[in-house]
């Protein structure tokens, strides 16, 4: 799919993977609309966009507002006629990642950033899709959400599985409409993310990872395919297979 003047929206668009990504898009024509709750970062990444002539908007929200989310859609439909691309990036994980140590606080602020603000955003932009008869959303999930474990964490696991999980039914409601859904499920990705581990791993170790570009390219090879071709779930996992028993048990103790 050709990506000149497509109108995207990417949630968690001031770092790790949702930067990379938006970088990515931008660099292929797409006007890339940035959402996220940290001005200054998505200032950064505007900045690194319009260096090499791309286009990006920045739009300051929380997307487990569905009212800002509702704003921010109208603003761009009023602006272009039409959303292309909707990329749910958006999430974050709780410091406590079993049952009885992690908060009622940490449990929602999960659910809301990974999977209600993903719900927001997504009901937001269907129907001018349907409108157009045509769209791509793509949901990024994780490993976590395959295969739950201490390291990843009781409640982000659970919303990671839910994300696929949403995925799956767009697919069956929105079927011949015209609109794709794909989730990309990302292994461990060397991003900001990592350091809310009880046992952050080491420089070392984050080198075997995938990184955020190598997520990017991921996405962006799925967006690229004809409308008429869907990938509904992609994993993409680090080549190289770290020992995990060090950070598992500092995760179990957390």
């Not at 009885?100 to 606080?105: A, P």
């Not at 999977?115 to 959303?137: Q, R, S």
């Amino acid at each position: 799919m050709e990506l000149n003047q497509r109108i995207c929206i990417i949630t968690g668009g001031g770092s790790g993977i949702g930067k990379a990504t938006a970088i990515a898009l931008a660099s292929e024509g797409a006007i890339v609309h940035l959402v996220g709750r940290t001005l200054s970062k998505l200032e950064s990444v505007k900045e690194i966009i319009e260096k090499t002539a791309g286009k990006s908007f920045i739009h300051n929200a929380d997307i487990s507002d569905e009212a800002a989310v509702n704003r921010i859609v109208a603003s761009i439909t009023d602006t272009y006629g039409k959303i292309d691309l909707l990329i749910n990036n958006a999430g974050h994980s709780s410091q406590h990642r079993r049952l009885l140590t992690t908060t009622h606080k940490e449990i929602q602020a999960v659910i809301d950033s990974n999977l209600i603000g993903t719900i927001n955003c997504t009901k937001a932009v269907v129907p001018h899709m349907v409108n157009m008869k045509e769209g791509t959303i793509i949901n990024v999930s994780s490993t976590a959400g395959v295969a739950p474990s201490p390291l990843g964490g009781m409640i982000y696991s659970a919303v990671k599985a839910a994300i696929i999980n949403f995925t799956g039914f767009l697919n069956k409601d929105l079927e011949n409409t015209g609109i794709r859904s794909s989730v990309v499920i990302p292994g461990e990705v060397d991003t900001p993310i990592l350091d809310n581990r009880p046992t952050p791993p080491s420089r070392e170790a984050r080198d075997t990872m995938v990184t955020p570009e190598d997520t990017a390219a991921a996405i962006l090879m799925v967006v690229k395919l004809p409308q008429r071709a869907n990938i509904p779930e992609l994993q993409i996992r680090p080549t190289h297979v770290r020992n995990l028993s060090a950070e598992i048990e500092g995760a179990t103790n957390g």
